[in-house]
C-alpha cells in the first residue's frame, strides 16, 4: 500500500464551451500523505472545484495522471469509479446534504447499506459514530429538527462511518455560523489526530488555517504549497 492517498502528475482539464477551449486545470502535481490534514484553498474559478472533482472521483483529467488509494481513475469504467467513490472517499458537502424526512441514524446508515451491509448492523454502527460525535440523543431526529451545525455532524458521521481512506470535504463551514463553524472544524481537527486523511476545499483563510498544510491555487496553477512545522510535504 502506499503512503499516499492522492497523487496527482501534470494533471490538465480542460472543458469545451462551444468552439472555445476553457483550461481549468493547467498542469497540476499533487501528493497527499496518509493522515495529513490538507487545506486547497483558492477564490472562485481558481480551479479548485475541478481539482475536488477529481480528487472525489467526480471527473477524469484531460491529461495527467489522478491516483486515488493507488488507482488510476483514468483505468477505471463508470461502475469501478462508483465503487472506488463509495469504498475510499467520504464526502461533506456545504449544504449537508442528508436525505429529508429521514432520522440522523437512517442518512448515516445509508452508505452501508448500500455496500450490501445488513440495516441492523449498519443502523448499529451509525448510531455508534453520531454518539461520538455528540448527537447520541439526537438519533431519530431528521434534518428538520436539527441545527445547521448538528446537521453538518450528521454529514461527517455518514462520511466516516465507511471507514473510508480519505475525507473530502467542500466548503464545509460555508452554511454555518462562526461557533458552529468552528465546532466542526474542532471535529475535523480530531479526526486528523485520530489519523484520519482530509482534503478541505475551501475559499476562507480562516478555516484554512485550521489545517497543518495549505495549497494555495490559483488560474489552474498551484501558486505555493505550506505546511506548519513540524509537518512535512512530500
Not at 31 to 52: D, N
Request: glycine share 8%.
Amino acid at each position: 500500500m502506499s503512503d499516499y492517498v492522492v497523487q496527482l502528475t501534470d494533471v490538465r482539464r480542460e472543458y469545451q464551451t462551444g468552439d472555445v477551449p476553457t483550461v481549468a486545470l493547467a498542469g497540476v502535481s499533487l501528493k497527499v500523505q496518509r493522515g495529513e490534514f490538507v487545506a486547497i484553498v483558492g477564490p472562485s474559478g481558481s480551479g479548485k472545484s475541478t481539482l475536488m472533482n477529481l480528487i472525489g472521483c467526480l471527473d477524469r483529467p484531460s491529461a495527467g495522471t489522478v491516483r486515488i488509494s493507488d488507482k488510476d481513475i483514468s483505468t477505471l469504467d463508470d461502475n469501478e469509479l462508483t465503487a472506488l467513490r463509495s469504498r475510499a472517499i467520504g464526502f461533506v458537502f456545504q449544504q449537508f446534504q442528508l436525505l429529508p424526512l429521514t432520522s440522523a441514524v437512517e442518512n448515516v446508515a445509508a452508505p452501508l447499506l448500500y455496500q450490501g451491509i445488513r440495516t441492523r448492523e449498519a443502523h448499529k454502527r451509525a448510531a455508534a459514530i453520531l454518539t461520538r460525535l455528540g448527537l447520541g440523543e439526537r438519533l431519530d431526529f431528521d434534518r428538520g429538527r436539527l441545527s445547521g451545525g448538528q446537521q453538518q455532524r450528521v454529514a461527517i458521521s455518514r462520511a466516516l462511518v465507511t471507514n473510508p481512506d480519505l475525507v473530502l470535504a467542500d466548503e464545509p463551514t460555508g452554511a454555518l455560523d462562526t461557533s458552529s463553524g468552528a465546532a466542526v472544524m474542532d471535529v475535523f481537527k480530531e479526526m486528523n489526530a485520530e489519523g484520519r486523511t482530509i482534503v478541505l476545499i475551501t475559499h476562507d483563510l480562516e478555516v484554512a488555517a485550521t489545517a497543518k498544510r495549505r495549497v494555495y491555487i490559483r488560474d489552474g496553477l498551484i501558486e505555493r504549497d505550506e505546511a506548519d512545522a513540524m509537518v512535512s510535504t512530500p
